[in-house]
């Protein structure tokens, strides 16, 4: 079954268990809409994938929307476990950190001989006495991108003395590993890191590495559609910053055609980074969804943002790449913010932003600016949002959960954030483009319109965030 429920098939003894947290209710409105999301963990995929290949028999399982108690006591029945069993639980943001508390005790509780190790990059950050303040029963943290020594990890060699194991910058992604694999569609990380500096991201000084090479690319497109026995699958290319040259688009191309291989798929980037003269050979080489990073209208926002220096060219280069993916075919997806310092007149400059290029975007993604806990750079991040008028809706939150709700401004407050949220993006979206979108990644691949329709229907009152027109 897909979706909220668990997903499980007969396992084999001796399989180190590799447990993504799930969430005890969707991080915007809690409808059946929301719960149906299948978020991939393609982090602790690589993580499995790097053990595989080492000699371990890992599975990855996803926690998604089911109780904490019920997903780890399903599970342990279900498995044969070693005496002294490795449990890799990650944490993929601090939205999923409540669950995963729940569930380490749940693990405590039902195996406790179980060494369990934690990871999470942006959870775990770089300060463990807080981490461990939350999970006390947690064996082992993981810090950072665990690849080089996940492996020391599952041997239980000391931490101290790890040693960093020579494996790809980015491991490819085993999905034979993954349960429920027929019901996700598939990931492939083509970049890492962004280094653009923006106020609000975990990645701002994170130095943008290379590009996945294309024909390794391809050959892990290949061996996707083997895998998976078709072709019917849209992958997400995974780039915080998905930024190609000429070439590599042009090797990607080339690559493609000699295979044969042909999948649509989508993938990230900077409105101020990709140059539209590139759309068209990434649509011929598949680009169908671009998510476009705007955040704002508003030249004062998006210089509180640190986006740009210069709003006026970073506008125009958002509207030339616009018309470009409008040409070509491309649906966009656009990202915006209601950031701190954000007040009604700079909210009604994105707003007539958006409707300016309304023909050219597919649907928008819109939500206030959230505080997280990014280790002990918090303080800082938070003080610069009280620069601009920002306030914590609860001072103790950030300490406790990993994360705070902020009042963007004293003139609009954060429930008042989230009815604006709200209010653009159903004046953007309709139920026919939110389904068009999320059926590229993160609703189930045999979700169909019908089926997405027959849910909405079912849910009057259900707060979603795309207009209720033309469902019948």
Same mark, same amino acid.
């Given at each position: 079954?897909?979706?909220?429920? =668990?997903?499980?098939?007969?396992?084999?003894?001796?399989?180190?268990?590799?447990?993504?947290?799930?969430?005890?209710?969707?991080?915007?409105?809690?409808?059946?809409?929301?719960?149906?999301?299948?978020?991939?963990?393609?982090?602790?995929?690589?993580?499995?994938?790097?053990?595989?290949?080492?000699?371990?028999?890992?599975?990855?399982?996803?926690?998604?929307?089911?109780?904490?108690?019920?997903?780890?006591?399903?599970?342990?029945?279900?498995?044969?476990?070693?005496?002294?069993?490795?449990?890799?639980? /990650?944490?993929? =943001?601090?939205? /999923?950190?409540?669950?995963?508390?729940?569930?380490?005790?749940?693990?405590?509780?039902?195996?406790?001989?179980?060494?369990?190790?934690?990871?999470?990059?942006?959870?775990?950050?770089?300060?463990?006495?807080?981490?461990?303040?939350?999970?006390?029963?947690?064996?082992?943290?993981?810090?950072?991108?665990?690849? @080089?020594?996940?492996?020391?990890?599952?041997?239980?060699?000391?931490?101290? &003395?790890? $040693?960093?194991?020579?494996?790809?910058?980015?491991?490819?992604?085993?999905?034979?590993?993954?349960?429920?694999?027929?019901?996700?569609?598939?990931?492939?990380?083509?970049?890492?890191?962004?280094?653009?500096?923006?106020?609000?991201?975990?990645?701002?000084?994170?130095?943008?590495?290379?590009?996945?090479?294309?024909?390794?690319?391809?050959?892990?497109?290949?061996?996707?559609?083997?895998?998976?026995?078709?072709?019917?699958?849209?992958?997400?290319?995974?780039?915080?910053?998905? &930024?190609?040259?000429?070439?590599?688009?042009?090797?990607?191309?080339?690559?493609?055609?000699?295979?044969?291989?042909?999948?649509?798929?989508?993938?990230? $980037?900077?409105?101020?980074?990709?140059?539209?003269?590139?759309?068209?050979?990434?649509?011929?080489?598949?680009?169908?969804?671009?998510?476009?990073?705007?955040? /704002?209208?508003?030249?004062?926002?998006?210089? &509180?943002?640190?986006?740009?220096?210069?709003?006026?060219?970073?506008?125009?280069?958002?509207?030339?790449?616009?018309?470009?993916?409008?040409?070509?075919?491309?649906?966009?997806?656009?990202?915006?913010?209601?950031?701190? @310092?954000?007040?009604?007149?700079?909210?009604?400059?994105?707003?007539?932003?958006?409707?300016?290029?309304?023909?050219?975007?597919?649907?928008?993604?819109?939500?206030?600016?959230?505080?997280?806990?990014?280790?002990?750079?918090?303080?800082?991040?938070?003080?610069?949002?009280? /620069?601009?008028?920002?306030?914590?809706?609860?001072?103790?939150?950030?300490?406790?959960?990993?994360?705070?709700?902020?009042?963007? =401004?004293?003139?609009?407050?954060?429930?008042?954030?989230?009815?604006?949220?709200?209010?653009?993006?159903?004046?953007?979206?309709?139920?026919?483009?939110?389904?068009?979108?999320?059926?590229?990644?993160?609703?189930? &691949?045999?979700?169909?319109?019908?089926?997405?329709?027959?849910?909405?229907?079912?849910?009057?009152?259900?707060?979603?965030?795309?207009?209720?027109?033309?469902?019948?």
């Amino acid at each position: 079954m897909c979706g909220g429920a =668990s997903i499980f098939r007969p396992m084999v003894s001796g399989r180190v268990l590799c447990i993504s947290a799930g969430m005890l209710a969707p991080k915007k409105a809690d409808n059946p809409v929301g719960r149906s999301h299948l978020y991939l963990n393609f982090g602790l995929l690589g993580l499995a994938s790097v053990l595989a290949s080492d000699g371990f028999d890992p599975v990855v399982v996803h926690g998604g929307f089911v109780t904490p108690e019920d997903f780890i006591r399903d599970l342990v029945e279900r498995v044969t476990l070693s005496e002294e069993p490795l449990i890799l639980l /990650s944490i993929p =943001s601090s939205f /999923s950190l409540p669950w995963a508390r729940r569930g380490v005790e749940a693990l405590r509780r039902l195996v406790p001989a179980a060494r369990i190790v934690v990871g999470g990059r942006w959870v775990v950050a770089d300060d463990e006495p807080w981490i461990r303040s939350r999970l006390p029963d947690v064996d082992v943290f993981a810090r950072g991108v665990a690849e @080089g020594y996940i492996v020391d990890i599952a041997r239980g060699d000391s931490l101290g &003395r790890r $040693t960093r194991r020579r494996v790809p910058s980015i491991p490819e992604l085993d999905y034979r590993l993954l349960e429920g694999m027929e019901c996700f569609n598939p990931s492939l990380e083509v970049s890492r890191g962004c280094g653009m500096g923006c106020a609000f991201c975990a990645e701002a000084r994170e130095p943008l590495g290379g590009m996945k090479p294309p024909r390794r690319l391809v050959a892990e497109m290949a061996r996707l559609i083997e895998v998976y026995g078709t072709a019917s699958i849209r992958p997400y290319l995974e780039a915080s910053l998905f &930024r190609p040259t000429s070439a590599w688009v042009g090797e990607l191309g080339e690559a493609l055609e000699a295979s044969g291989v042909h999948l649509p798929w989508r993938t990230e $980037t900077r409105v101020d980074t990709m140059p539209p003269d590139l759309i068209p050979g990434l649509a011929r080489a598949g680009l169908r969804i671009l998510d476009l990073g705007l955040e /704002s209208g508003s030249p004062a926002q998006l210089r &509180r943002m640190r986006k740009t220096t210069r709003p006026d060219v970073y506008l125009r280069r958002a509207s030339s790449l616009l018309e470009a993916c409008r040409r070509e075919g491309v649906w966009v997806k656009v990202n915006i913010l209601v950031h701190p @310092g954000e007040t009604l007149d700079t909210v009604a400059q994105t707003r007539a932003w958006l409707e300016e290029h309304r023909s050219a975007i597919k649907g928008v993604s819109v939500g206030p600016t959230i505080l997280f806990r990014y280790g002990r750079a918090s303080a800082a991040l938070l003080a610069e949002f009280e /620069s601009h008028g920002a306030s914590v809706v609860d001072r103790f939150a950030l300490d406790r959960d990993g994360f705070a709700h902020l009042h963007p =401004s004293r003139s609009i407050s954060h429930d008042a954030a989230v009815e604006l949220s709200n209010e653009i993006s159903r004046s953007m979206m309709s139920a026919r483009d939110y389904y068009d979108l999320k059926s590229f990644g993160y609703l189930p &691949r045999q979700s169909s319109w019908d089926d997405f329709r027959q849910i909405v229907v079912g849910c009057p009152g259900g707060n979603f965030s795309f207009r209720l027109e033309g469902l019948g």
